[in-house]
């Protein structure tokens, strides 16, 4: 099983940067995919999960209305758009896969290794 994450670096406040997760190894449309994001000294938490089977989504409230989840069934992939993009969105951005439901870190099966999202102000 990999999750494999891209796209992630530096931009500015308002910016926006777009975030894939490659997926493989598993039946892809048997899962929930999610990003997880964690900073120094937090606990990750769940930002936004997409049920791959019927494309049911879930939004944290800090990202509602500027982050959008979709996914390629026909690519094993799943990308988050993140746009308007604020400091305090800087994180480690982790791709997560579960057969489970819930948007929570303590669900999911397999973890990406993560990539670095920098919001300078």
């Known amino acids: 099983v990999q999750l494999v994450e891209s796209g992630g670096g530096l931009v500015q406040a308002g910016g926006s940067l777009r975030l894939s997760c490659a997926a493989s190894g598993f039946t892809f449309e048997l899962y929930a995919i999610g990003w997880f994001r964690q900073a120094p000294g937090k606990e990750r938490e769940g930002v936004s999960c997409?049920?791959?089977?019927?494309?049911?989504?879930y939004y944290a409230d800090s990202v509602k209305g500027r982050f959008t989840i979709s996914s390629d069934n026909g690519k094993g992939t799943v990308v988050l758009q993140m746009n308007s993009l604020k400091p305090e969105d800087t994180d480690v951005y982790y791709c997560a896969a579960t057969t489970g439901s819930g948007c929570k870190t303590a669900f999911m099966d397999y973890w990406g290794k993560g990539t670095l999202v920098t919001v300078s102000s």
């Open positions: 997409i049920r791959v089977s019927d494309g049911n989504t």
